[in-house]
């Protein structure tokens, strides 16, 4: 089965990380990358430019309607995702923890659905 493991991390606080903190954090998901590839769990992924970069598009009463940044204001925001193939839940769910941003952010792990 498939999940979607939403990476959310604060654009604050990944803003003020020092050039090395970045260089390490880079490292650290370059190597967890590697390893999903290598068990072969990795479907794909990507991380995403800030969300000050977003644009929400809403349609009204047949109007489209856009608005500069995210949805709604959180505190984390959506950085990344990895899209996995898993066995079953509890194994999509180590997977997630084994993400870097896990220690600082949060991990949203969602089945993707199957149409028949």
């Not at 089965?1 to 390490?24: G, H, N, V």
Request: proline residues 3%; glycine residues 10%.
């Amino acid at each position: 089965m498939q999940y979607l493991l939403l990476i959310y991390r604060s654009d604050a606080e990944y803003d003020r990380m020092t050039a090395d903190d970045r260089k390490k954090l880079t490292g650290e998901y370059g190597a967890f990358t590697q390893s999903i590839i290598q068990s072969g769990h990795f479907k794909a992924g990507d991380g995403l430019q800030p969300s000050t970069t977003a644009t929400t598009v809403r349609v009204r009463d047949g109007k489209i309607l856009t608005t500069d940044g995210p949805f709604a204001e959180t505190r984390e925001q959506l950085g990344g995702y990895y899209l996995v193939e898993a066995k079953d839940l509890d194994e999509a769910l180590g997977i997630a923890a084994r993400i870097p941003t896990a220690k600082v952010g949060s991990i949203e792990v969602r089945p993707i659905m199957v149409y028949d």
